[in-house]
């Protein structure tokens, strides 16, 4: 292929007595090489020691109409290392007389508005003058090729504000440099493309350096053929050359090629241009006016030590760097072409003595893409750079790229598990399986009101490594069991508890939490009232966080459950979330077409509700939830639970320590076995379990736990469908099978088998919404520079195979799972990866 011919001039002479080692410039080489085969550097390198080059090579091409390849020669938008030119050009005329550094820029631009701003301080980005693109952008039409009149004009009409007092402080500034330019026409009477010819480039025979912009396509540069700017995207190159405002010389817009800078370089220890009194000028870092200096001298950045003057140079498809140091009389040069700045900073990693980290690639062929936004699905392949998405489109591989052959699978993003409890089980397996065998590459944990300190997570993870992500809630029952004592919780907290819970919370906040989660129908938080719940909200919205919550009920007050967290949003204006929605209490079933009716509402009004939900109808939770009125020994109560609050010919005790052999069987057959009514069953369970309790304080593990079954198939379906409902699996790594299978149940049952929603839509709902419902935009969608935590499945035979006699089994189907961008499942087992992070809520703030 002709972009990969090279043009290979390779010196190792000098090396001798060089600064640089041979194994350095062969570091440089193989690494240049590599980045150049994995299409992030186009463009031509040139090291050299005392003006003679130790090492000379070009890589790509020049023009991606025309595929002619770059050569030492080839004459590159200089972008920013103009500056230095221009700096060059106004010291020439200093030296001629004709204008001096402290002149004011009035007495060249009459009608300029600012009457104290002078040449040095355009000179040094010291003017507090405004970035002109942002004008420009503001009040020019976008058909206007903007030109240095143009610029002056503008500056002149508005007289924007200056940033600064001029002189008193440093900041980079564009608009100096072109109004520099304009300068040097006026003081030498001369167009600036002959100025720059006549001074410079034929004094020291410069051939491939000129003055261009799209208002002076100079003679002088037509003989040469200039290298254009161009972007690769998905595979693809686009061009990225001039825009509208390469009408404007100064600033940028001077073409040159490695040969020649190297020329120009070596100029600068000679009087060729200027003498050396004038030069020095521009290599002494520039004076502030409270006295203190910045390292900027006339179009050079100028190292602590001032042996090093720099200056890099980046505008649309180019990207350059010039490096001299004056003591050890080196050069580096590199002009590029294909938007892209590693280059750069893996030459200069190497040159400064360090190892360069080239970004590995990985290339996913052949798949069925679903991006998780719920567009349809695609075929496609998708190249992953390191822990991020690169590419997706016809890709091809890259020599020696690692690359998978997904089949004709289907790739979407890691599923997001809003509503997890698998974190305790990681402990125990830091692989995840329970979570990435489902295609889980992230959990949210913190709920039901019970969660970990964010530095407890930081800690954990850096100990020991897990290949699932993290992302966390605040809970509710945590902050009140720290403020009010944990035997302390079966009433309303005081203010002076609230006020201390604020401070925890907002702590947390800070830290990357996401929010606050309440789990207000368990006892730890149900004495709460509505204030304390919205005050602690409060503070959420003050730091940029959501609330998610187990509702006050899911039964008997599920109205006012459901009022209450709408009121929560509508008072704090922050996103909340029904976490695992669902209507538990038989004579209400059906009505969730109204449940969802009324949230839609409530959407329509502003609040930006949403829910979770898992695709079961039975959950799993203690036996004290199936007496909402904390009740236990009320056989009215009882029999209550029995007939309208779970079914227990089908509801199982899976966990019972008091007796472990009732785990396992239903409520109905403990009761034959009791030679009890079930209601009477029930109320005698509670009173074992909390006898065992008082007996063991210490017992750690849930004494007793049940999955009950409370839900109408047809509401949850409904739940499921609505568009602001999230997938969660409300799953820990044992018991209820929910734990092991929610995700490939819905791709088995609810898509392929029941047809209950399109596989995009069911993938959207897993992942692209999950991310929304969470604030999260760097993951739940396959896009470029998303991280790549990805799912390859097969729909055709992906299932759960996880039921209530075995909750463990591991699900069918699921091919590959990838969570920053290391593949952490397949074939069923685990590899031993463990790349999942700590993932923060992301604040505005963020840099
Ligand atoms: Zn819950």
Known sequence: ????????????????????????????????????????????????????ALYKKAFGIANIQTQESLTPNSSFNLASVSKQFVAMMTMILKEQGKLQFDDKLKKYLPNFPYDKITIRQLLTHTSGLPEYFDLATQYTNTLDTLNNEKLIKLLTDLKPELEFESGSEWEYCNTGYALLASIIEKASSMKIEFFFSKYITQPLHLTNTFVYSLNIKSPLSLKTQRVYGFERQNGRNYPNDLTRFDGIVGDGNIYSSVEDLLIYEQALYTNKLVSKETL?????????????TYNYGFGWEISDDEETLSHTGSWVGF????????????????????????????????????KPKIPTTQLIRNVRLIDGTGSVARKADVRLKDDKIWEIGNLTTFSNEENVDGQGFVLSPGFIDTHSHHFGGLTKVPEAIPAVSQGITTIVIGQDGSSYPMD????????????????????????????????????????????????????????????????????????????EVLQLAQVVAENGGRYMSHIRS?????????????????????????????????????????????????????????ADCYPYDFWNSTLRVLFPNRDYTNPISAEFAVNQLFDPEKSVLVRFAPNKSYAGKTITAIAKERNEKPSQTLMNL????????????????????????????????????????????????????????????????????????????????????????????????????????????????????????DGKALSTGIERVWVNGQIVYQSQKATGKYSGILIKKQSNSDE
């Open 456 to 531: 407890t997570l930081k800690k954990f993870i850096k100990k020991r490594p897990i290949a699932v992500n993290i992302a966390t809630y605040t809970g509710h029952s945590t902050l009140r069991s720290e403020t009010m004592g944990a035997k302390s919780l079966y009433r309303t907290a005081k203010p002076s508890e609230i006020e201390k819970m604020k401070i925890l919370l907002k702590k947390e906040l800070e830290k990357g939490s996401f929010g606050l989660a309440t789990g207000l129908e368990y006892e730890s938080a149900f004495f709460s009232n509505r204030d």
């Open 280 to 292: 020095q000028e521009a290599f002494i870092p520039v004076k502030l006016k409270k006295g203190e």
């Open 319 to 354: 990207e350059n760097y010039i490096e001299r140091n004056i003591t050890k009389k080196t050069t580096v040069i590199i002009l590029s072409n294909g938007t892209n700045d590693i280059a750069i900073d893996l030459v200069n990693t190497i040159l400064s003595g360090k």
């Open 686 to 805: 509670i009173g074992i379990a909390a006898d065992f309790e008082e007996k063991n304080p210490n017992f750690n593990e849930g004494i007793e736990a049940i999955m009950g079954k409370s839900m109408d198939e047809a509401d949850v379906a409904n739940f499921l469908r609505w568009s602001h409902t999230n997938i969660c699996s409300d799953g820990s790594s044992s018991g209820h099978p929910r734990g092991h299978g929610t995700f490939t149940k819905i791709l088995g049952r609810y898509v392929r088998e029941q047809k209950l929603m399109p596989l995009e839509t069911a993938i959207y709902k897993m992942t692209g919404l999950s991310a929304e419902n969470l604030g999260i935009s760097d993951r739940g969608i396959i896009a470029n520079g998303n991280f790549a935590d990805l799912v390859l499945f097969n729909p055709d035979t992906v299932i759960d195979n996880a039921n209530i006699q």
């Open 1 to 52: 292929m002709r972009n990969f011919l090279l043009v290979l001039v390779l010196f190792y002479t000098h090396l001798g007595y060089s600064q640089y080692t041979t194994q350095q410039i062969e570091n440089i080489n193989s690494t240049l090489t590599k980045l150049h085969e994995q299409a992030m550097f186009n463009g031509v390198v040139l090291i050299a020691q005392d003006g003679k």
């Open 554 to 610: 899911e039964d008997i007050n599920l109205d006012d459950a459901i009022d209450e967290i709408i009121e929560i949003g509508r008072e704090t204006k922050i996103p909340v979330q029904i976490s695992h929605i669902k209507i538990a209490k038989k004579d209400q079933w059906g009505k969730s077409p109204q449940l969802l009716a009324r949230l839609q509402k409530a959407r329509a009004e502003g609040i930006n509700i949403t």
